[in-house]
């Protein structure tokens, strides 16, 4: 099993860009984690294109881009040819989610879906064997450094359980409250995709906080 650390970029210094996407191009992550906000749909404001371009000319691995926002379809096409390598929309700000995945793929990227945390895993089983990849959020959409919620290794859980003789390819990415200290466990319910902001950015030595999460995911036992 192949356990992906993607640092998100939101807690990147924006004074110092490029010395942030070039420490994570140097060290053991696997992703750049791209969080798009909109105000609208969660209650916080981020970046789009010029700082996502700015982003994809120096990075080295692929962009993991987590939409925020509402009407999703109206900014897919774009986003891919921005250099997004996968696109994850929000289950709740989708009225026609399987349009939404097909129109994903059709821009040429991997297709997630998000869940809040008051959203079932099973409200996906109509979808699950079109996806990629699904998003647990761990905390509630919009904000750094808030605290996990520890129900998200039941949805983990339950998804694991859906995806059994349908999509077990299927990465499963948690997003929120994630460090050193629960990262083991989050590998232990079934997790294999790992988001972290603050937890890796407000470290003195960012490039070693991540290699300790990779070698802690790598000597976790998955059930």
Not at 86 to 92: K, S
Not at 149 to 161: G, P
């Amino acid at each position: 099993m192949k356990y992906i650390i993607a640092p998100s970029i939101l807690s990147a210094d924006f004074g110092n860009l490029q010395r942030d996407i070039e420490m994570i191009n140097q060290s053991e992550a696997n992703w750049f984690h791209v969080d798009v906000m909109d105000g609208v749909f969660v209650p916080n404001i981020s970046f789009g294109f010029p700082v996502m371009a700015a982003v994809k000319k120096h990075a080295t691995k692929p962009l993991d881009v987590h939409l925020m926002i509402v009407d999703p379809d109206k900014y897919v096409q774009e986003f891919a040819a921005a250099g997004a390598d996968r696109i994850t929309v929000h289950y709740e700000a989708c009225t026609h989610l399987h349009r939404t995945i097909q129109l994903i793929k059709a821009s040429g990227c991997k297709a997630g879906v998000a869940l809040n945390p008051h959203t079932p895993v099973t409200l996906l089983q109509d979808v699950i064997e079109d996806l990629d990849l699904v998003l647990i959020m761990s905390v509630n959409p919009g904000f750094g450094g808030q605290q996990f919620i520890h129900n998200t290794y039941k949805k983990i859980s339950d998804l694991k359980q859906l995806i059994q003789g349908i999509n077990e390819d299927l990465i499963i990415e948690v997003d929120g409250g994630v460090g050193l200290q629960n990262i083991a466990t989050l590998v232990s319910a079934g997790a294999n995709a790992f988001v972290a902001g603050n937890a890796i950015f407000a470290t003195d030595n960012p490039k070693e906080t991540i290699s300790k999460m990779k070698s802690l995911t790598q000597n976790s036992l998955s059930v």
